[in-house]
């Protein structure tokens, strides 16, 4: 079957396939942050709000790991 695609459809099939597991993997990455943004609770959360402002490059997991070695 795939010999009588074009290079073109191949191409597009291709292209398709990406965006589909990219979507899938940027669903995947928010229902994570959700869900840690939810267990983590609006106290915590305005802190890794805040540090994030201050360091831009900071994730949500990574300021709640962070907070967690530090006993906060």
């Keep these: 079957m795939s010999d009588k695609l074009s290079k073109n ?6 292209a398709m ?11 995947a990455e928010k229902e994570k942050q959700q869900k840690l ?5 609006e106290f915590r ?13 900071l994730t949500v997991e990574e300021a709640l790991e962070m907070m967690d070695f530090f006993g906060a």
């Design 45 to 57: 959360m305005a802190i890794v709000r805040a540090a994030m402002k201050d360091h831009p490059g």
């Design 17 to 27: 396939a990406l965006k589909l597991r990219l979507n899938r993997e940027r669903l």
């Design 37 to 41: 943004i939810a267990e983590a609770g």
């Design 9 to 14: 459809d191949k191409d597009f099939a291709h």
